[in-house]
């Protein structure tokens, strides 16, 4: 077993990018229209709780890995078939994010390159990135995570020149109904995701309760940034453009127009989206080749990370056929998958996990600092 | 193009099978299994683009639904 270990900030940092990661550019809780702050506002308050479960899973787990873990929980072959589904659902996860990055690339830049061209060259990084662990990549989002905030903080602050505040009234014009709807969205697609990062848990917990401190400050800062870039998009584009557009930000951004001397700042959307995508396309990719590795009973994952890279090139033009498709699957309100994977399945794990934990505290044989 | 794909994945197993410092039969089987199945994938989709994504779920909520009616 590979012992790895994060700092807190660094960890911290890690989670922000994940959620921001593929997800800022696209018109997140659209049902909501202008209403959709308030949509941002109901998300977080849902996903807060899970997002405790998820670290207090990460605490129970404390000193062993996911797999560990499971394995104490569940017994050998129940632990490995969960670990195989979360292994398929992480591998799924990437193989969209793979998608949203090449169709986007080529709707918004290259339109005649093919989209295999870009999906390899992100392959080869990601096979890097995955195959130097969870360290390497916790470090390089400690670096990159100034980036994309000076380049959001940057974009946000020059966009005022072309906010319209109007265009958040009337408020709950068309009731609260598309408000629900567009947080159940947001809990799909982004926030919840960050289930997957429960199966690196050994490394994001160096303190026994560090599993919160890293956790909670990631999601709510990553929250509170795609609350504010995708309400400014509003703003400036107004509610039925937001609407309709694919890429609702890279519109509103490149609107930027200082003095005719500062514009076409829509580029700098790009770079966020790369960077966040490549993120999140290695952690889910780390998480796939983990979670297999354990189904298949192998105590290290290294060599299972060049198949499992490569098939997300395929997979990326599989899950999603054209830019509509992906951005249809995006802005989908809530998936039967999606909602076993992030919602019902952690908490059978939680549920049983402090089953488990009263047991031993009532038997006082065994720690009571692990599952 | 096809034996373009198979042959990209042929190089690549192999240099990387060669590179490892110790080839333990049970993860090397797995390794060219997995690496096989990626290979097969990619082809089935150069030769369909339009290649259908199974939905296990999506065929038992429609078994359902018949069932229902």
Redesign the interface.
Known sequence: MINESVPERQGAALVFLFIIGNSFVFGLARWAGRDLWLSFLVAIVLALPLILVYGRLDTLMHGQSFSEGLHRLFGKWPSRLVALIYSFYAWRLGCLVTGNITNFVQAVSLPDTPQVVMASAYAILVLWAVKEGIEVLARFSSVMVIFVLLILLTALALATTEVDLQEFFPILYDGFWPVFQGAFQLLDFPFLETVLLVGLANALTTKKNSAYKVLIPGFLLAAFFLMLVASASVAILGEEMYKITFFPVFLAIARIDIALFLTRLEVVVGVTFAIGGFLKISVCLLVASKNLAHA?G?PDYR??V???V??I???S???A?SVMEMNLGATKIAA??DVMVQIVLPMIFWGVAEIRMSRVRKNKAGKPSGI | MLIVIVLGYVVVGGVELFLWKERPWQEVLVYLLLLSATATFSVLLTIDAQLPVPEPLGTLWNWLQKLWQ
């Open positions: 298949l192998f060599f299972l060049t198949p499992l490569l098939s090139i395929p997979g033009q599989w899950f056929k039967f998958t």
